[in-house]
């Protein structure tokens, strides 16, 4: 499996990256820091990528570049910290030369994506040794939350024992992290288009064509209809519209909900609630009313839809 971001590519080690990774794993700034020793030769970092590095949910960190490796980041499973089958610890380390640019806050931001988007993690763990605060830096940029500390830890490769520092990003967390929260732009009918389609294609409607993406344009100019959406990053992950009116439920302007989507892998992780609070809170109105399905009223009483209006006809 391999990843990309804007800078890196996060792909497996192999044999053939030995010289490149002995270049920076012989910096004594580098392994002692993480709990291991300086590597010695490129053989012994050849039989390292061997036994240790060359393992499932271990990525080498690569500059697009030079396609070349700098770094490593990975997910261990049932470690000291994580337990449990629905949790994992993020671990990392950088060559010296590339240390300050922000790399590992980049790298472990598309490896926390897998965590909790592709494999559902509910939890990820991370620590650092006391004195440590290049470590410490990057995972508060990451959102982690400090737990505790242990005195006397075991560092068996080092023959010490160090303080430890304990840190915890939960799936609500990092969401709250990477998904941000605006109103849908004119000049952003493309990837609204996009959810649009998926939308229909899911619930078995034809696609809608050419005519209607024309139409919702102009109706959003206009401002006869407002989009809200989800972002992750720069990706549209789900959306909403308010239509504002006078509503004389409580004499004041009430809005209609619509046109609610969310991507399947942003589902059941917060993203659906905060994006109908937030549509509420900045279309102005003083309620709003959504017509639906019997079998989506739970769905809606769980986003905080609570208040029955009988039934909601529609004239054509």
């Given at each position: 499996?391999?990843?990309?971001?804007?800078?890196?590519?996060?792909?497996?080690?192999?044999?053939?990256?030995?010289?490149?990774?002995?270049?920076?794993?012989?910096?004594?700034?580098?392994?002692?820091?993480?709990?291991?020793?300086?590597?010695?030769?490129?053989?012994?970092?050849?039989?390292?990528?061997?036994?240790?590095?060359?393992?499932?949910?271990?990525?080498?960190?690569?500059?697009?570049?030079?396609?070349l490796p700098i770094g490593s980041i990975s997910l261990h499973f049932h470690s000291d910290l994580a337990e449990k089958d629905d949790e994992a610890e993020l671990g990392y380390w950088l060559g010296v030369p590339w240390w300050g640019r922000g790399?590992?806050?980049?790298?472990?931001?598309?490896?926390?994506?897998?965590?909790?988007?592709?494999?559902?993690?509910?939890?990820?763990?991370?620590?650092?040794?006391?004195?440590?605060?290049?470590?410490?830096?990057?995972?508060?940029?990451?959102?982690?939350?400090?737990?505790?500390?242990?005195?006397?830890?075991?560092?068996?490769?080092?023959?010490?024992?160090?303080?430890?520092?304990?840190?915890?990003?939960?799936?609500?967390?990092?969401?709250?992290?990477?998904?941000?929260?605006?109103?849908?732009?004119?000049?952003?009918?493309?990837?609204?288009?996009?959810?649009?389609?998926?939308?229909?294609?899911?619930?078995?409607?034809?696609?809608?064509?050419?005519?209607?993406?024309?139409?919702?344009?102009?109706?959003?100019?206009?401002?006869?209809?407002?989009?809200?959406?989800?972002?992750?990053?720069?990706?549209?992950?789900?959306?909403?519209?308010?239509?504002?009116?006078?509503?004389?439920?409580?004499?004041?302007?009430g809005g209609v909900f619509e046109d609610f989507y969310i991507r399947p892998e942003y589902r059941h992780q917060g993203v659906a609630r905060s994006l109908v609070r937030f549509a509420y809170r900045e279309s102005g109105v003083s309620s709003l009313?959504?017509?639906?399905?019997?079998?989506?009223?739970?769905?809606?009483?769980?986003?905080?839809?609570?208040?029955?209006?009988?039934?909601?006809?529609?004239?054509?």
């Open positions: 499996m391999t990843f990309e971001t804007k800078r890196l590519i996060l792909r497996p080690w192999e044999e053939s990256d030995a010289e490149e990774c002995y270049r920076y794993a012989r910096d004594p700034r580098v392994g002692p820091m993480c709990g291991w020793p300086p590597h010695t030769g490129a053989d012994q970092t050849r039989q390292v990528i061997r036994d240790i590095l060359a393992v499932p949910e271990t990525y080498a960190i690569v500059w697009k570049e030079t396609g790399i590992v806050p980049e790298a472990a931001r598309e490896v926390l994506r897998h965590a909790f988007a592709d494999l559902k993690l509910e939890r990820v763990w991370c620590g650092y040794f006391d004195g440590n605060e290049k470590s410490k830096r990057v995972q508060e940029k990451l959102g982690f939350r400090h737990q505790w500390v242990t005195d006397n830890v075991p560092v068996p490769q080092m023959g010490q024992t160090r303080k430890g520092h304990a840190n915890l990003l939960t799936r609500a967390q990092w969401r709250e992290t990477v998904t941000s929260y605006r109103r849908i732009m004119p000049e952003e009918i493309d990837p609204l288009w996009e959810l649009q389609k998926a939308y229909k294609a899911e619930i078995g409607e034809d696609e809608p064509g050419g005519q209607e993406r024309e139409r919702l344009t102009r109706a959003i100019e206009a401002g006869q209809i407002r989009f809200y959406g989800a972002w992750d990053g720069g990706q549209l992950v789900g959306c909403c519209s308010v239509t504002v009116g006078f509503s004389t439920f409580d004499y004041a302007p009313t959504v017509g639906c399905a019997d079998c989506d009223m739970e769905m809606y009483r769980s986003l905080g839809f609570s208040i029955p209006l009988g039934n909601l006809l529609a004239f054509e």
